[in-house]
């Protein structure tokens, strides 16, 4: 069977009325159902196209695909933002304990780096670990509402 623009145009949205969101999700499953309309054997595209929906599990399969997605990406913006964080906290420590080594040894640039140090602790690092339990606690709740 042959598809024209309009039933592509109709799939299309039909994916984005049952609530795939993704743009890639929605042209992979696109193109599935596509070949699949394709393939078969047939011309009445309504009964193609609802025997594809079937064949991937329905709408409520193709819903829970986008809500794995969006789970995934939303663990994956957790652990993006954790690692940051970790990162700028290391840098913070070492450049704090660089301005303590230079002022024991009372070497020049001592009071630059505590000063650097401090500033990033008080101005970055804190408000950047209260941004990031704020964000977490939003994001559990999400997950486990889910």
Do not use: V
């Given at each position: ?57 329905g709408y409520i ?30 840098f913070n420590i ?6 303590m080594l230079f ?44």
């Amino acid at each position: 069977m042959m598809l024209t623009d309009e039933n592509i145009e109709y799939i299309a949205t039909n994916l984005k009325f049952y609530g795939i969101t993704d743009n890639t999700l929605k042209e992979d499953l696109t193109d599935h159902i596509c070949t699949h309309i394709e393939c078969y054997n047939g011309n009445d595209f309504e009964k193609a196209y609802q025997e594809a929906i079937q064949n991937l599990g329905g709408y409520i399969s193709l819903q829970n695909m986008q809500k794995n997605l969006n789970e995934k990406k939303l663990i994956h913006t957790i652990l993006a933002r954790k690692r940051t964080f970790y990162l700028f906290s290391t840098f913070n420590i070492m450049l704090l304990a660089l301005g303590m080594l230079f002022k024991l040894n009372q070497w020049p640039y001592a009071s630059i780096l505590l000063a650097s140090g401090f500033s990033l602790l008080i101005f970055g690092t804190i408000p950047f670990a209260l941004y990031n339990k704020y964000q977490l606690s939003k994001q559990k709740i999400i997950l486990k509402n889910r």
